[in-house]
């Protein structure tokens, strides 16, 4: 494990793998790098890969108040170490982030999204206040409700299966980390898609989805990639959001290479 120091002072640590053209993995909410390893894996065969830990989980520091500025720089700190510029695969909420910054003007050569959780119906969206009320249950010591209002408001799971993963062994983990679902909720706002923002994305960009997910997963890639102007879709048959890290891995490393 590497580290590096972000601009205002937080430690951002990171695993190095490969070697070849660098690739900087950027992970979604309720996770952190581990999460992105086996395709890091996959993809270290062809490229150096850089798979951090956003702030706030793992093995990375975190400096409060957050911003979504912030975790930019912590992303041009990564990019820095990986030599001032490189391609980038950023899976869900961390897709946000990733063409955030791509459109803030990061050395992005490349961008690569695996479903960015836009929502074009604005009947299906999370409650507008969902950052608000992480924030406020965690700093009430609720964070195991603050991750059950995560999987069932915003992600939809049925009440059964957040019943039986409260008792599973993983709850820790999410309970650990639960505070930065509010991070997440904040880089995507009132999950509308940014039509301006992407619009602002001057820079060669995939945008994948799974053909067994919900179908809004794909009409949004589709959108997406028609509103970035050097922007293009593809669609990973039989594949939902926990997509299969040997799949992926072949569709991004496809597009790096070309």
């Known amino acids: 494990m590497d580290r590096v120091t972000s601009r205002d002072g937080t430690t951002i640590a990171f695993d190095r793998l490969g070697g070849g053209p660098p690739v900087v993995l950027v992970c979604g909410g309720s996770t952190d790098r581990m999460i992105n390893a086996p395709l890091a894996q996959a993809l270290a065969s062809r490229f150096t890969v850089f798979n951090y830990d956003r702030r706030g989980r793992g093995d990375s520091g975190d400096t409060l108040p957050y911003a979504v500025e912030r975790e930019f720089e912590d992303l041009a700190a990564v990019i820095d170490a990986a030599g001032g510029a490189a391609s980038v695969y950023g899976t869900s909420s961390g897709a946000a982030l990733a063409m955030e910054a791509a ?26 206040n969902t950052a608000e009320v992480y ?27 957040v019943a039986q993963a409260r008792q599973a062994p993983f709850w820790a983990g999410q309970e650990a980390i ?11 706002g009132d999950y509308s898609l940014p039509f301006e923002r992407a619009a602002e994305v001057r820079i060669p960009t995939l945008v994948l989805a799974g053909g067994a997910s919900p179908p809004f997963m794909r009409e949004t890639a589709g959108t997406l990639a028609d509103t970035i102007p050097q922007g293009q879709t593809r669609t990973l048959e039989d594949q939902g959001h926990d997509v299969d890290p040997a ?6 490393e496809e597009f790096f290479a070309s």
């Open 178 to 188: 639960a505070h930065t679902l509010a991070y997440d909720a904040t880089i995507m």
């Open 103 to 128: 459109a803030e003007g990061l050395a992005i050569t490349k961008l690569a999204l695996w479903e960015p959780p836009y929502i074009l119906d604005k009947d299906q969206r999370p409650p507008p």
């Open 247 to 252: 799949v992926i891995a072949g569709a991004v």
């Open 135 to 161: 924030a406020d249950l965690v700093s009430k010591g609720r964070r195991g409700d603050a991750v059950e209002f995560f999987m069932s408001k915003v992600v939809g799971m049925p009440d059964e299966f």
